[in-house]
């Protein structure tokens, strides 16, 4: 409980710094959870540049846009009600779902050093499960985030849903 405390009052103090750094850190975690539990690397083959590219890139990206991203959307839909909810939702999971998996992909594709057309043939590849997987988890995840959560703690229960998420999106970002 004191952990949460302390949570709290940092992100009352410094709401979008413990945003990014919340991202940034559970990003990474779930690159470690790629690549022990579901890759099954071992400490040895740990891929730690990896880990801190994904932990960079949340910090970096994930942080940053999906932050904004719900600032923005609580502008163009104001208010807390079902309704509400799930209007955000559905401009959430059919607008920004499909920019921002088109927009991280190739981001992670970028700076595993992949030329632009292995870039495009791996996002061709990988686009359409990734973003059909999205739909099985996110839209139920985000009817209850814009429903009960409020704006400031929104990214932190997501990302917090996403460390498994995240897990996922490692393996198929770096899946060759």
């Known amino acids: 409980m004191a952990l949460w405390r302390a949570y709290q009052r940092a992100l009352t103090a410094h709401p979008w710094k413990v945003q990014v750094l919340t991202a940034g850190s559970l990003m990474g975690l779930g690159d470690v959870i790629s690549q022990q539990l579901v890759e099954r690397r071992g400490l040895q083959a740990h891929q730690a540049g990896r880990t801190l590219t994904m932990a960079s890139l949340g910090c970096g990206f994930v942080g940053p846009v999906v932050g904004g991203w719900y600032r923005v959307l609580d502008r163009l839909i104001p208010g807390t009600t079902k309704v509400d909810a799930l209007k ?89």
Do not use: E
């Open 88 to 176: 955000k939702m559905l401009l959430d999971q059919g607008g920004f779902a499909p920019c921002f998996l088109g927009c991280f992909l190739p981001l992670v594709g970028t700076l595993n050093g992949l030329s632009a057309q292995d870039n495009w043939a791996k996002l061709q590849r990988d686009f359409p499960d990734a973003l059909i997987t999205n739909y099985y988890l996110w839209p139920a995840v985000q009817l209850a985030n814009f429903y009960l959560v409020p704006l400031h703690y929104r990214l932190a229960v997501v990302q917090c849903v996403a460390v498994i998420w995240n897990s996922y999106l490692s393996w198929k970002a770096h899946r060759l």
